[in-house]
């Protein structure tokens, strides 16, 4: 790329016809309030033929709004990008603005202002432009009348290789300086003050994704953590092998835990480790089976797509679970109340929210969920016996993680983030209180890291401190099992069956045999 010899003489020309026919646009409606309509249609006509047929360039134009009413193309994107990348420096009018992310500069090339851009010896011009108003259409859309448009200018006998070789290489290039330049997002569909059905907004709104867990700081069995990164990025490289075999380009993961076991750190370990965006998937806002599956129409490739706490959003029979979602009802009644009186043919409140098991299902590996790039669906609870075995049967939920309570090896990692410690004569007394207590890693790395603005962090001090919480928990546990003995002897043995079930789920112990079933 560069300005090369001779080309001058052929920027030259090319700007002669341009000059004429600016002057021919400048004037025409000085002519035009003389000329009859007929005569006018037929010198435009005529016009346009003639320096068709006189000037030896063709022009592409790549426009801002595609075939899409509401998405730009992705075509006029790359061109932005490429443009801005490999020949802004080189236009003389730029256009600095702050990035999506508002901190990046970008420069890109201000209107009107032609780019040279050379491609194998051949010379091209760029010329951005604006479409200009309709001024008698009335539009919904504020943004409508400005839709912007690039011309490609070349010679004729480069024809073939424009069409066929320089537009993919354009379009190749600004794709991955889109890449390189882009801010993560966090997106949600929960965005209070809800977009009206003549907004341009999508159904999700975002923030930058700032998240700074890694695998380096995630803190589980090495072991497992490994499996995990090279699932992940066998995934990432498989686009050919799914391709081969039918399958959309997506992976489902299961983590599932006891709280405060890193289930959400993990998620957000996988967008930073594989560089994706995380869509945030409230299900309780979602109304409808077709909602769902417009949300996931919106989703871009290479994101991640998280449901938290799936068993709190649908239940086994495919209804909304009315126990776990209270809070959200009760606000959303106090605003159906404000909101009367209701308007005729409004759904009743009743139909008004009905994802079912079935939409959920559909939303995973449906039709629909083969459209887009790469995706990796990931479901979270803390209870993976309550869910329906049709939605995590492998397939739709490839892989199952376990996230456990915190053991010796998950230990030395947060013993290593936190205090910068790797070996200490207190290890070994650790090693062992944490095989016979369960505590979470949420509450281990509480403990490593006392939040006393005058102490300085001092790792003695600290691990004495985790000793000591863990001993009371070690009391706290076996005073506890010995109050349950006591009760369940004291119980008629017919309640006693019930009383033990209640007790595996409220003690959320990692039972070997949970263990067994999973497969990280
Ligand atoms: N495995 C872990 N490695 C490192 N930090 C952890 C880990 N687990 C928990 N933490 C710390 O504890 C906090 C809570 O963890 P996190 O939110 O990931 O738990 P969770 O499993 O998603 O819990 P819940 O089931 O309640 O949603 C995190 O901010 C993190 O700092
Ligand atoms: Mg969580």
């Known amino acids: 790329m560069g300005m090369g010899e001779g080309m001058m003489e052929k920027l030259g020309s090319v700007s002669a016809v341009w000059s004429a026919l600016v002057s021919v646009v400048l004037f025409w409606p000085v002519v035009n309030n003389h000329v009859p309509a007929g005569l006018r249609q037929w010198l435009t006509t005529t016009a346009h033929k003639l320096t068709a047929y006189l000037t030896p360039y063709l022009h592409v134009t790549i426009s801002e709004y595609g075939h899409e009413r509401f998405r730009r193309s992705d075509f ?16 003389r009018k730029l256009r600095a603005d702050l990035g999506k992310d508002a901190r990046t500069l970008q420069v890109t090339v201000d209107d009107h202002q032609e780019v040279t851009d ?3 010896g051949v010379t091209l011009w760029w010329y951005p432009s604006k479409k200009p108003p309709r001024s008698n259409v009335i539009s919904f859309y504020p943004r409508e009348d400005e839709s912007r448009f690039y011309s490609l200018v070349f010679h004729r006998r480069h024809r073939d290789l424009v069409l066929d070789v320089y537009l993919p290489h354009v379009l190749a290039e600004g794709r991955s300086v889109i890449v390189r330049n882009r801010q993560r997002r966090l997106f949600t569909n929960n965005a209070s003050g809800s977009s009206s059905p003549y907004s ?7 923030v930058p994704f700032e998240h700074p ?4 700081t995630l803190a589980m069995e090495p072991a497992d953590k490994d499996a995990i990164v090279d699932d992940l990025t066998a995934f990432r490289e498989s686009k050919d092998y799914y391709a081969k075999v039918g399958k959309a380009w997506k992976r489902g993961y299961l983590l599932h835990g006891p709280p405060g076991t890193g289930k959400s750190t993990m998620i957000a370990a996988m967008a930073n480790f594989l560089d994706y965006d995380v869509y945030d998937l409230e299900l309780t806002a979602v109304k409808t089976n077709t909602d769902l599956r417009k949300l996931y129409i919106e989703t871009t490739g290479k994101s991640i797509i998280v449901i938290e706490d799936i068993d709190c959003s649908v239940d086994l029979t495919g209804k909304r679970s009315k126990a776990t979602s209270d809070d959200k009802k009760k606000k959303s009644s106090d605003e159906d109340d404000g909101d009367k009186p209701k308007l005729p043919g409004e759904p009743e409140k009743e139909e008004a929210s009905k994802v079912t098991l079935s939409g959920l299902l559909n939303f995973i590996d449906g039709l629909w969920s083969a459209c887009g790039g790469e995706r990796i669906i990931i479901f979270t609870t803390n209870h993976k016996e309550k869910l329906d075995p049709a939605l995590i049967r492998r397939g739709r939920m490839d892989v199952h993680i376990e996230m456990s309570y915190c053991r010796f090896e998950a230990f030395k990692v947060l013993a290593k983030n936190y ?9 070994g007394e650790i090693r062992r209180l944490l095989e016979e207590v369960d505590m979470s890693p949420a509450d281990v790395a509480e403990n490593l890291m006392p939040m006393s603005k005058k102490k ?9 401190g985790l000793i000591d919480a863990l001993n009371k928990a070690k009391v706290e546990a076996a005073a506890a099992k010995a109050k349950e003995e006591a009760e369940a002897e004291a119980k008629p043995k017919a309640k006693d069956d019930e009383e033990a079930e209640g007790e595996t789920v409220n003690n959320k112990s990692p039972s070997e045999e949970e263990k067994a079933n999973g497969t990280i």
Not at 456 to 464: E, N, T, V
């Open 419 to 427: 205090l910068g410690v790797e070996q200490h004569e207190v290890f």
């Open 213 to 216: 867990a890694t695998f380096d």
């Open 200 to 206: 341009r907004k999508g159904v999700w709104s975002h």
């Open 118 to 120: 050379s491609f194998r």
């Open 456 to 464: 300085k962090r001092d790792p003695d001090a600290c691990l004495a």
């Open 76 to 91: 006029f994107l790359a061109v932005e990008a490429y443009l801005s990348h490999a020949c802004a420096r080189r236009a």
